[in-house]
């Protein structure tokens, strides 16, 4: 019931007990009219639905029978009572004030709450509407009292509820904000603040977009507002938004305004209905998934990209032709590349060089290609361009640029050296596939017409990098090959073995690029764990002249070119005859250029010296037929 309403009775009583006051007062009046206005006051105090009283003097004058029934108590107990102990002491002084403001004719008439007590009932809420009367000629106060505990209860319980709700959103793990249908901020939790630095004091009650403020840095539609307005200007502040549920929405928004660098929010709203289904508000709550962008940026990258060059891989490479097999894009050329020596690089020098060769390619390609060129590492060692509206000539000519960078590029531990093939498709009804596979086998030709060229590349590196990590030099390596050379041709050795003799005079020491240069330049004696360490240099430059074809021919005379005749020798300890003959050639022409020009831990000797000590050596170090012919082909020197 409305208050007007209810102050409809205390007017109405009111108004009847003046008029009997007026009757009394009046002894003009007749009995008959008297008597017929306290009936009409009596009647209609007895019919409210209201307890009524009325106070004089702190004292009860007057109740109707609703109070008695509430109360407890009979008419006269209650004209025997004190007032005061009917009211719950904690209303006392309230009521008091109220009951005197009114004697004094303020604020009359008068509405508040307090509660009573009754010998029926205890804690029991009422609705007050008090006004100044006159009872019998003195000052009284009529008060009409309203039972309204089931709806302070009501009231209770809902504060309750609202204090449990707001204290669940308050606690509520993501960042969350309340609005009513009207759009002004109700609820600002803990976990928003924290995320945007507003103190939920600052927020509560603003309206005009004011909760975009923080994320975006100026007022604007967000969800919260298509929930409850559904207008197009809401929903344009987003590329996507889906529903999850019947009137749920969900969106991912970057908001610039979040952390130092922005965040991305994963952000969903609902609206807030009451019992008829009508929306009376919205909520919303967003959840900072930046990590997980990025990380699934990360794993989309990794899924597309080479790991080691940055490169798109095979997948992505083969998802782009067919994106790109569309006659738009014709002419569409391909060049397929396969790095030349990766293998040996691997094995002579350890993978992290293999890796750093592959990286060195990767920049010459982006160097030598256009910006929307695609290069992807197609295998272990190949790498494949795909050049959309290119024609062959022009594919032609970046296979020109390819390679003249390779040739300028340095050449530690082994000068870049890629084998090409170049295919292009021209005409819509051509394969792709086939144009893809017509330029591998012109790369796999080429690389075979530019075997002879890239194996003389390839052995001049070799001999490039030994020489700038060991004290062999061009010049030892010079004085071996015509040592050896004097010997295979005494030897009548056919030509293809003077041809593994002198590379071998050349490459036999190749595993010291794997020995530590600080051991190989030590000046002093060795130490035996040093020793130990140069002893493998034979193994190492097994495994490098196995990687290369080139130099596979000779890998068994790199590996045995120490072993001595006797057996003495490392690292496998064969002797005589189970050892190749040009690592026993070799063995005697390296030890004489050694004798005669010295090394930082041996001081060298005259010519006949060391022909004399290969002499002695004959048959314990050396083989003796050999050393025998190496003596007389020096001797005639």
Known sequence: MHNNQKYKPLVAVSSEAMKLEESLKCPQMEAEESGQNEDRFYHLAESIPASIHILQDNKLVWVNSTLLKISGFTREEFMEIDYWSFIHPDFREMVGQKIDACLQGLNSPSHYEFVINTPKRNNVWVEAFTCYLEYQGK?????????????????????QSKQLLDNIISFLPDPTVVVNNKGNIIAWNRAIEDMTGVMATEMLGKGNHAYALPFYGLPRPTLLDIVLSQDKESWSQYSKVEYIGD???????????????????????????????????????????TRQKQDQERIRYLSYHDKLTGLYNRAFFEEEIKRLDTERQLPLSIIIGDVNGLK??????????????????????????????????????????????????????LYKRIKNNCRQTGSYPLQISISLGVATKEYAWQNTLDVLKEAEDRMYRNKLLEHKSNRSVFITSLEKTLWMKSHETREHTTRLRRMVVKMGQSLA?????????????????????????????????????EWEIIKKHPEIGYRIALSSPDLSPIADSILMHHERWDGSGYPLGKKGEDIPLNARILAIADAHDVMVNGRPYQKSMSYKEALKEIERCAGTQFDPDLAEIFIACQSKK
């Open 247 to 289: 009137e749920t929405l969900a969106t991912e928004t970057f908001c610039p305004y979040i952390g130092f660098e922005g965040a991305t929010l994963y952000a969903i709203a609902s609206p807030l209905c009451d019992e008829q289904g009508n929306k009376i508000g919205a909520i919303e709550s967003v959840r900072d998934i």
């Open 493 to 529: 050795l056919p030509e293809n073995e003077m041809d593994n003799l002198t590379l071998l005079a050349s490459l036999h020491d190749i595993g010291k690029i794997g020995i530590p240069k600080s051991i190989l330049d030590k000046v002093g004696s060795l130490s035996p764990e």
């Open 344 to 397: 040996l690089i691997n094995d002579a020098f350890g993978h992290r060089d293999g890796d750093e060769l592959l990286t060195s390619v990767t920049n010459l390609l982006k160097q030598s290609c256009r910006e929307e060129d695609i290069i992807a590492r197609w295998g272990g060692d190949e790498f494949a361009i795909l050049l959309p509206q290119t024609s062959e000539e022009d594919a032609l000519q």
């Open 139 to 159: 000052p009284a106060v009529i008060a009409v009292l309203y039972d309204i505990t089931e709806r302070k209860q009501a009231e209770e319980a809902l504060h």
